[in-house]
């Protein structure tokens, strides 16, 4: 059976950090490209971030550049968003999802075969 478990998300202060973890199983998740996407009320899902199968190439979008780190463990089937400086805007349901296909369409919710069932995050002001 496959499965995405997030966990982590919860309610932090502006400036204030959050590590959030995805767990895989049921699939060869080595061989799948991971992305985190958020939706926030009212708001169509984002792309925030994508690793590659061996870590080697990452993306971020434009908004966490530089607050916003992925990382990801094969062996454990993990993958991590630490998320630094969070502000308001950051205020979402968080989803890992993974990928069979090219890291070129990372963006592209549509191109992701497996998704988790997300996690909130809420940064008060």
């Known amino acids: 059976q496959v499965q995405l478990v997030e966990a982590g998300g919860g309610s932090v202060q502006a400036g204030g950090s959050l590590r959030l973890s995805c767990a895989a199983s049921g699939f060869a998740f080595s061989n799948y490209i991971t992305g985190w996407f958020r939706q926030a009320p009212g708001k169509e899902r984002e792309f925030v971030a994508a690793?590659?199968?061996?870590?080697?190439?990452?993306d971020y979008a434009d908004a966490v550049k530089g607050r916003f780190t992925v990382s990801r463990e094969n062996a454990m089937k993990m993958v991590y968003l630490k998320m630094n400086s969070l502000n308001p805007e950051n205020t979402a349901v968080y989803y890992c999802?993974?990928?069979?296909?090219?890291?070129?369409?990372?963006?592209?919710?549509?191109?992701?075969?497996?998704w988790g069932q997300g996690t909130q995050v809420t940064v008060s002001s």
């Open positions: 690793i590659s199968r061996s870590g080697s190439n990452i």
């Open positions: 999802a993974d990928t069979s296909g090219l890291f070129v369409n990372r963006k592209l919710s549509s191109r992701y075969n497996y």
